[in-house]
């Protein structure tokens, strides 16, 4: 009697728990199963990946092969370009080892979409069946819609239908496969790095601030939800709390698939059952249904992964393409404390608290007028959690082009934000070692001195509002752009 030969394509899915595609090739004993998982670096380069992810995504992947190891499921590793020779690789692939299926996480950009269906069509030719499974949203794009059948455009409404949906409500999170009775391939040498994805942030950081794989993706949740989740809606605004639980830090294994949003879900679900209602719990799952809900509009969107803005209207926008302004602020030069700070915090970890987000974003968005895209590239280039849909969303939301966007009218003030949100100055002092010895409250607005290097506020803020307020409505008198 034959042997059915599963092979499971990883992509953004690094764990063996909770993993659709994993769990449905393992469903029965007897089959052989094996991994795959495919290096695009010029697909990497169109599509923007940092180095620090690309780093922190083999790492992870290193971790996963000896999770595997342990239950006799070989990981193969194949290279190409891009996206277009994955198709016949693949099938090479299937019909070199018997393969009779291939499982996948579905994912949800407009050219892994067009990859699926090639790669489909060539399995199908060949007699492989192809299956996709739903996994990187708790709730899957299509089932939270409007009365009339519709993607929601805005999250408070999306999160109350959200939350009744039973994914929402009991996440099921498929168990660990049992150990296979054999393998039917070796694995192979999985690389270190690869050529021009060098991460940006140096070695000892990446591996005190992000160790990979899944078991210290786990870690990092249970620690948190011991110790930091009841606080979470007091202590997630505040910078200087990175450091104590204020925030998880689970972003990046997200990103990579090292831990799924149902077992972070899962988690919350299960405090508030031992521990009673929470407003930090709360808030912490509002945050995965932000993460749901920007998926969701990419589906219902697609237009938001060509760098269009949401609402097409506002292409008509003229924003500045000022190359020294935005090096300044890339550098975190700009003058205005903790805009540097959250700029340099991302230069030397890869990641960025995500208050400061927003506060650099609207920062570019509004107070400099420089195009949101330009904004929207830098942080995908730099971030170890990058994320297309959650990244063009937050940007989108600043730059007043998005779904459930700020108000063109609101502008964040930086220097009320400091003062607000890192009002001892803890966190601007750890980025920006010009202004350590300022002991009192002016460093959120240093006076110039003689001797300092810290630069003067490039933008008057007094011009920012009727510059930005000026532009938007201008948009009412011009012509409507076709939405198609």
Known sequence: MSIDRHLVWLRADLRVTDNTALAAACSQRNTEVACVYAITPGQWRQHDVAGVKIDFELRSLRALSKDLDQLNIPLLIIEADDFSALPKMLGELCQQHGITSVHCNSQYEVNELKRDNHVASQLTELGVTFIKHHDQCIVPPGQVLTADNRFYSVFTPFKRNWLTRPEAQNPMVCARPEKRKSHFVETNSLPTVVKGFAPHIAEKTALEWWPAGEEAALTRLAEFVENGIRFYDEHRNFPERTHDD????????????????????????????HHGDNKGVDQWISELAWRDFYKHVMIGWPHVCKHRPFKLETSHIPWRHDENDFKRWCEGKTGFPLVDAAMRQLQQTGWMHNRLRMVVAMFLTKDLFIDWRWGERFFMQHLIDGDLSANNGGWQWSASTGNDAAPYFRIFNPILQSERFDPN?????????????????????PKPSLFSTYPEPMVDRRIVKDRVLGHFKNLKSLTQVDPQ
């Open 246 to 273: 204020g925030v998880s830090r689970i972003s990046p294994y997200l990103a990579v698939g090292a831990i799924s949003s149902r077992q972070c879900l899962n988690a919350a679900i299960n405090y508030r059952r």
């Open 425 to 445: 100055g803890h966190f601007i002092r750890e980025y920006v070692p010009e202004l350590r010895d300022i002991k009192d409250k002016s460093i959120h607005q």
